[in-house]
């Protein structure tokens, strides 16, 4: 699963996003993200009414048709290998498909009843793009726009802490996987396992733990004595 990830390269995102994407991005509003969490905003890039934006999604999506009043479902990952196949995901498959921007994400390596974080990263830091679905819902507050990350398959540097990881689109795809004419089984093909290339993981401090940290320390290695071997 993906359950935090970064967004800490705010200088560099809007420039990122422009040479992937061919067009201006207004991201002044953005500030950098260490450890950002189910239920909380994050920008999201998606073509709404017609026009490609960037705009601000509760990660975790509602689907259209949930009933106002109800508590939203926690749906912060869709499965790759059986996201067409369910109601919940197929009508974004097939119209609302986003990137999520990013530039890392963490996993919990489990060790008996310890859990070790380990920040997986690019070794020479970019902005880079999970494939990710969104919906727009009517709620008490108004309308709701949510999204979620699509997970796959654990690539071999990320399956020694988890069997699964988010699916990093390549960047020659992101404009027909934005692309609501390209159909739900046309934009499934766009998706694989991501492979290792500059890719590393850095085991980092228990302060990630915790959602309600989002600064530096997130990423700041543990204490020398703390240190695992699994990738020394």
């Given at each position: 699963?993906?359950?935090r990830y970064t967004l800490t390269r705010q200088e560099d995102l809007v420039e990122d996003l422009e040479a992937a994407l061919g067009e201006s991005a207004q991201g002044e509003w953005w500030k950098p993200r260490f450890n950002v969490a189910p239920t909380?905003?994050?920008p999201v890039v998606l073509v709404k009414d017609g026009a490609r934006t960037i705009e601000l999604l509760r990660w975790g999506l509602v689907p259209f048709w949930a009933r106002a009043g109800a508590k939203p479902p926690l749906m912060i990952n869709a499965r790759l290998e059986?996201?067409?196949d369910k109601a919940v995901f197929?009508?974004?498959l097939d119209r609302k498909r986003c990137l999520v921007p990013a530039d890392g994400f963490f996993e919990w390596l489990k060790e008996g009843k310890a859990r070790h974080p380990f920040y997986l990263h690019p070794s020479l830091r970019r902005t880079i793009a999970f494939a990710g679905l969104w919906a727009r819902a009517r709620t008490d507050a108004g309308e709701l726009l949510s999204f979620t990350i699509i997970t796959g398959p654990a690539n071999e540097l990320v399956a020694p802490i988890h069997d699964r990881m988010p699916v990093v689109l390549d960047p020659g795809s992101y404009a027909a996987w934005l692309d609501p004419s390209v159909g739900g089984d046309a934009a499934r093909k766009l998706l694989g396992v991501p492979p290792v290339a500059d890719w590393v993981a850095t085991p980092v401090s228990q302060h990630v733990n915790s959602a309600q940290h989002d600064d530096?320390?997130?990423?700041a290695p543990p204490d020398a004595a703390k240190q695992g071997t699994l990738f020394d």
């Open positions: 699963m993906c359950g909380q905003p994050a059986s996201v067409a197929r009508d974004a530096p320390s997130c990423i």
